[in-house]
């Protein structure tokens, strides 16, 4: 089978296995890039792997001009970086020793003993530069035709090697599996029966997965598996899986991109909660408090855009739609940017100019002149503000 995508004629990609190739090493794309284009998604990054120990991929990239970052050597990968592109390209390996969260790799393995090392076989599939698709383990091709996702060999043997593939399992899940298919039993199964495992992983890589999980297009289906099988409540305790369905169906009313924000709002996660078990930033905790504050106010949408922001009242009146049944606003977009647009017309120099003195009487009548510029649904006009 051949895979195709502009992404094949990427010149720096080709470059850098073009080098690797005259210094008489196998080279191929992989996991993620062939992945998608096989699955007509838009192609991310471009992985590479290699027969190539990662000294020799070195000292080839190098004498091909070609500079290298040793990004994980320990692990076999090398970034090569050209044109201001940065390529990672891994040498073929296989497990020595795992923990659960890190391995210990040999190299030197052949093609088939680096797929049988990764998680999922959709991610086990090679292509060359011409595009020509490599399936070692003779299952990722089929699993990709019938949007399948499962691991490698057994599950729970594959999911000891690192419980982070526990919540891969449900992403992957989210993103490239079949809603009417359903979730691999069998990889359900190991998840249940592994999901003591998740809370020895960082809360970093946690928050990571789950965000990434979160905001796939429809997240839902996945969500409840987690919940079915004791993920969930390890990850997020207290998190409403269920709470899921209902706000897509009022995302497809509105058409907004997914939102991982959103979603854990909708799940009944606090923010600050959140911020704890997902390690999230200042700038994630300050857009959560001001949809949850958009969210308790009872003014129209309009001015809870101009208050708290378009994107947080936005989201405000799609949760409250999904809590209460009842469709979001046909005007919302229109509305939300009405109110995210305004500007307020009055300034502390136009009450100067009318002879109060700078301090806090002056502020307080500035604020309390936008109050009733705001309860005027924007109407009242600077004159009639200094006038009254």
């Known amino acids: 089978m051949r895979v195709e ?11 850098v296995l073009a080098a ?6 196998l080279a191929l794309f992989v996991g993620g890039c062939v992945r998608d284009a096989l699955l007509g998604r838009p192609v991310g990054d471009l992985d590479m792997a290699t027969d190539a120990d990662p000294r020799e991929v070195s000292r080839l990239l190098t004498e091909a001009g070609i500079r290298t970052v040793p990004t994980g050597i320990a692990h076999g990968t090398v970034t090569a970086v050209l044109t201001n592109r940065s390529f990672e390209i891994t040498s073929f390996r296989r497990d020595v020793a795992t923990d659960g969260r890190r391995a210990t790799v040999a190299f030197g393995a052949d093609l088939a003993q680096d797929a049988g090392r990764r998680d999922f076989t959709i991610n086990a599939l090679y292509a060359d530069a011409q595009g020509t698709v490599t399936d070692p383990l003779g ?7 019938l ?12 999911i000891r090697e690192d419980y982070l593939r526990i919540l891969r399992f449900f992403r992957f899940h989210a993103l490239y599996g079949d809603a009417w298919r359903g979730i691999d039993e069998e990889g359900l199964a190991a998840c249940a029966a592994e ?7 960082p809360r970093e890589r946690i928050g990571a997965e789950l965000r990434k999980l979160l905001g796939a297009e429809d997240p839902g289906p996945a969500i409840c598996a987690m919940a079915a099988c004791g993920v969930l409540a390890r990850v997020l305790p207290g998190a409403d899986a269920q709470s899921i369905a209902p706000l897509a169906a009022m995302e497809a009313r509105a058409a907004p991109l997914p939102d991982w924000k959103r979603r854990l709002l909708a799940m009944g996660v606090a923010p600050k909660s959140a911020v704890e078990l997902m390690r999230l930033s200042r700038a994630d905790l300050r857009a959560l408090e001001a949809t949850r504050r958009a969210m308790e106010s009872d003014a129209p949408l309009a001015q809870v855009a101009y208050r708290h922001g378009a994107e947080a009242a936005r989201d405000a009146a799609l949760l409250r739609a999904a809590a209460t049944g009842a469709p979001p606003p046909r005007s919302l977009s229109r509305d939300v940017a009405r109110g995210a647009t305004a500007t307020f017309p009055v300034q502390a120099q136009d009450l100067v100019a009318r002879g109060m003195k700078p301090g806090p009487a002056l502020g307080r009548r500035l604020a309390a002149l936008e109050d009733q510029w705001v309860r005027s649904d924007f109407r009242a006009t600077k004159g009639e503000m200094l006038d009254a």
Not at 139 to 145: K, V
């Open 5 to 15: 995508g502009s992404w094949l004629d990427d010149r720096a990609a080709r470059q």
């Open 20 to 25: 690797l190739a005259a210094g008489g090493a």
């Open 139 to 145: 299952t990722g091709l089929g699993d990709i035709a």
């Open 147 to 158: 949007r399948r996702v499962r691991f490698i060999g057994e599950p729970t043997a594959r």
């Open 195 to 201: 999901a003591e495992g998740v809370e020895t992983l």
